[in-house]
C-alpha cells in the first residue's frame, strides 16, 4: 500500500475526524474509469487514460444529488475515505464520489502507465484533472449536474478550476486550504522540491528501479507542511532521526510526485481569462472557502481575496497546524462544510 506524506497526520488525527454522529459507511471498493486516450491542455495525450474513483450514497431520482472530492497532492481516494464520507459530506442525503487525481499513482500515472513510463508520460495540469473528472461524470455516470465540487489541498484547487471551467455544473463549491492561483510563496516551494528532486543523483532522471530515497525534497515538504512551532512539539530533538526516515519511507513515487508538482506550478485559474478578478465573474455557484492563517504550503492570500470578489462565506482556521488544520480542527470544518452544504 502506497503511504502519502499525510498518512501519519491522518492516522493521529482521524479520531478528530471521526467523532461525528454522522452515518460511518463501510469500505467501498476502488472503480475504474476507461477514457481510450485522454487529450491534455498541451495537446499531448495520455494512452489508455483511467480515473479511479468510490461512490457512497444513492443518486435521487433526477441525479442531482451528486458531491465529488478530488484526492490533494499525492493523496489517493482511500485516504480519503478515512475523513469524507459519512463525516464531511453526509452520504444519507448526497451520492458521493471521490476521485483520484491524475498522477497519483491510481488513475493513469508515470509509475502505471504501460505506454508511457516514467517521465515519458505527459506533463498535465489542474485542468486536466478537472477535464478528466468531468469525462467519467459525464460520459461514464451520466451525471450532468452536481450539488456540490469539494476538496482539500490540490483538491481545492481542482474545485476553484470547476467552478471556473463549469460554472452551470454545480450548485455548489467548498475549497478547503486550496487555492485559485499560486503566489510567489507557492513557486518558490513547489519549485525548490522539483529543483531538489531532478538535482540528486539517486533520483536518475527518472529512470530508478527501485525508489531512492531523496532527502532534500521529503525535509523542503515537512517543513512546509506544519509551522514550526508545531513541528516543535509535535516531534522532540531526540526523536528527529527516526521521525525523518519514517518520513522519507511513506513518500509515493518520485515521477509520480514530479508530474503532480509540475501541475501544481501551473495552477491559476486567471490565466485564460487575465486576471482573478475577471475570473470571478464566471463564477455561478455558492462558495465556502476555508483556509488556515498559517499555512505555510498554500498561500491563503489568494483564496481569501476570491472570497471577496465572489462574496463567498470564508472561513479562516485560526490554529497553528498549518497546512494540516483540516485535520487538527477537523470538528470545525466538518460542522462548517455541513452546514453550508444544506442551506
Partial sequence: MKITLFAAYLSILILAVSSGKAQKPGKNKQQYARLGDF?????????????????????????????????????????????????????LAYHLILFDALGNGVSSSPSNSSKQA??????????????????????????????????????GMQTFQWAVTYPELMNKIVSIVGSPQLTTSD????????????????YLNGNYEQKPLLPG???????????????????????????LAKKESENMDW????RQLEALKSHNIAKFGGTLEQAAKEIKAKML???????????????TRFAE?????????EG????????????????TVQSFLKK
Avoid at 513557486?187 to 539517486?202: F, S, T, Y
Avoid at 472557502?289 to 483564496?303: G, Y
Avoid at 497546512?323 to 480542527?329: G, K, L, Q, T
Fill in 39 to 91: 487529450n491534455l491542455e498541451s495537446g499531448q495525450k495520455i494512452e489508455d487514460c483511467k480515473i479511479g474513483f468510490r461512490t457512497y450514497g444513492k443518486l435521487n431520482a433526477d441525479r442531482s444529488n451528486a458531491v465529488i472530492f478530488p484526492t490533494w497532492f499525492t493523496g489517493t481516494t482511500k485516504e480519503l475515505e478515512s475523513m469524507v464520507p459519512g463525516k464531511i459530506v453526509d452520504t
Fill in 118 to 155: 516514467r517521465l515519458q508520460f505527459p506533463v498535465f495540469t489542474i485542468r486536466d484533472m478537472v477535464e478528466s473528472q468531468h469525462q467519467v461524470l459525464t460520459g461514464n455516470m451520466g451525471i450532468h449536474h452536481l450539488e456540490a465540487v469539494c476538496g482539500i489541498s490540490m483538491g
Fill in 187 to 202: 513557486l518558490l516551494l513547489w519549485n525548490a522540491e522539483l529543483n531538489a528532486m531532478e538535482r540528486d543523483p539517486a
Fill in 217 to 243: 525534497v521529503t525535509m523542503m515538504h515537512q517543513f512546509a507542511l506544519t509551522t514550526p512551532e508545531y513541528l516543535s512539539n509535535a516531534v522532540s530533538r531526540d526523536d528527529f532521526s527516526k521521525w
Fill in 255 to 258: 515521477n509520480d510526485m514530479h
Fill in 289 to 303: 472557502i476555508i483556509v488556515s492563517r498559517q499555512d505555510h504550503m498554500v498561500n491563503p492570500l489568494p483564496a
Fill in 309 to 317: 470578489m465572489t462574496n463567498a462565506r470564508l472561513f479562516v482556521l
Fill in 320 to 335: 497553528n497546524c498549518g497546512h494540516i488544520a483540516p485535520w487538527c480542527e477537523a470538528a470545525e470544518v466538518r460542522k
